[in-house]
């Protein structure tokens, strides 16, 4: 795992090895190029298949602000050494394939430590100060490039005077650190599951071989087991597909074979059963059951990727393709009443009064955000997938960022930076407890700004970082995309803005001011350069069904105007409310047009008018003698198209012109 330490130093030299010592840490390889996913700790033993019973290993993390306290602890139970009493802890990339598995990027780069002890794994929760006794067996204290872990040496010291930090070279090097038969360290290319001096018996290698990692519902998927050399006698080989979800009834295959005598390879298929079940994108997990001593696993735990056929596509469009007027609002009757006849400050705060309403109001945890996305971000044109923010794609839901390795991942946006908001996690953020289970919130309560998926977006991980926290117009989004996301992240500003106490959208870019973003120019035109969409009214309606509120300005893009554009001084009349195309029984088509708009549902006279995104009335047409309005002249653009019959507004629409 990397951890940057800002230091740069040196140091060698671990505890030897007592001629009385039945296991050692025998290699370790702590950081490796890229991914980390490579990293490992391999132990020895004095005598082949050493039965590991009631050893385990513990991972110390030694930086001076940690406590020299424990982060993993391994359990060896049930598992004994190899024939050449070897036994390996590492990543499921690394070859030969370890004993035991552990996520990619766990141990720590240094300066930390690892030690053996003979004890329980419950002696060692997670947090436990490291400490000598007769129960400890061997221990390394190692960095790369760092400076002396002082206090865990100290802890050490009490049972091996001489110990000292080994140093396995600079970030990401391509050394591990092993041990020579004189019980003393020295830097390498690494040799996982084979003695550092060549030495023991030389294992027949079992490779398993796909020609893909990415297969599709119904496909034959076909594999192989081939050996480094020919097997003495019979191989028989069993594994297993299940993962989650997926199971037995989403495959045929045979789940045991063998490599006969005197051969190297066997072959077989998989065949991925096209089920009508809308379950989302799966990965199945290939794992063989141990084998024979005299063999070794060069990989294993192989996941493979079954990308389901069967989603399902929106009626509206991406922000890159966008609809208007398809996803009706879903907020209550009346939501926005109270705003009428207000304006300036009142009608911030009559807006705040709303959307901060600790009766009604629910916050959620921030792990909870993880589901509310994968369904208020889902791609229009692929359930299966959340459509990316800045990168304008979609990506597989199962793909979710789970390490500090981002590459091809998603995970959660802030649109309004956490360190720019003063807020981050809080104790239970890291519960998925349903939207049944919630905190309740008010104005004051910025702490859970953390958690409010209204400023929340699926991201490219890896875009996420080199977003950080920059201001919208310093950030302006990956080159050669088309920015389809600014007026969305805009509205997300001014959303925060009024729904928390201590936040403030001002001019400029306000370094070392908590609470203050800016743009306020360059949000304001991004706003009224993208007006909201389908995809931003049913992402709006999907959070509202969690959190209990609503972004107003979604429902009501030219609030903005009103609060900190051009109309700043006016009284608000809310004359652009609910959608209620439904309950009107009036209908408007086409709907994108370039020429022409039909109403339908409503009886001659009636009067139409068209209003900017800003809520400026530009046209008013009183319709007496058909129900076609010309929209040839108009320029380009999103509108709010109003039906009044008899004084009465009957409908209040969104509609798009676009050019032919």
Known sequence: MKRWIQFVLVLFFSAGIHAQQLLWINELDSDTPGLDDHEFVELKSGTPYFALDNYVVVFFNGSDNAGNVSYLTVSLNGFTTDINGLFVIGNSAVQPFPNYVIPDNTIQNGADGLAIYHRS????????????????????????????AVGLLNVFRQFYPDIKQLNEGKTNNTNSLQRDNDGNFYTD??????NNDGSGIDLNGLRIVFSNNTYNEGDTIFFSFETEKPVENDLILDYSLDNGNFSGSDYIAKNRLSIQKGQISVSSSIIIVDDTIDE????????????????VLINNNIRIRIQDNDFSVADYGTPLSPTYGKVKSSQVPGYYDSLNGLKGAELKQALQNIISDETVVRAQTYNDVIDILKEADQNP?????????????????????????????WNREHVWPRSRGGFNSIEGDNAFDGIDIFWTTNADSLRHG???????????????TRRGNQFYGQYTGPSNTAGSFRGDVSRSIFYMAVRYNGLQVVEGFPENEPGKFGDLTTLLSWHRADPPDDYEMNRNNVVQKWQHNRNPFIDMPELIEYIWG?????????????NNLKES??????????????????????????????????????????KILDVQSMPAGSYFLSVLKDNNCILNSKVLIHTK
């Open 189 to 194: 290319a690494p040799t996982p599951r084979r």
């Open 450 to 464: 953390n958690s409010d998926a209204h400023h929340i977006r699926a991201v490219d991980s890896p875009e996420n």
């Open 566 to 578: 051009d109309k700043k001084d006016a009284i608000w009349m809310n004359h652009v409310s609910v």
């Open 280 to 295: 989302g994108d799966e990965e199945m997990i290939f794992k063989v059951s141990p084998i024979s001593g005299e063999y």
């Open 381 to 409: 044109e692929n359930s299966n997938q959340v459509w990316l923010v800045y990168l304008e794609k979609g990506r597989s839901k199962i793909d979710f960022q789970l390490t500090s390795e981002g590459k091809g991942t």
């Open 121 to 148: 794994e419950s002696d060692f929760p997670v947090g436990t100060p490291a400490f000598v006794d007769t129960t400890l067996v061997d221990v390394i204290i190692y960095g790369t490039n760092d400076p002396d």
């Open 585 to 626: 029984g009036v209908r408007i088509f086409p709907n994108p047009s370039n020429s022409f708009i039909e109403i339908d549902g409503i009886e001659l006279p009636f009067t139409v008018k068209l209003m900017d995104s800003s809520g400026r009335t530009v046209r008013m047409v009183n319709m007496h003698n058909n």
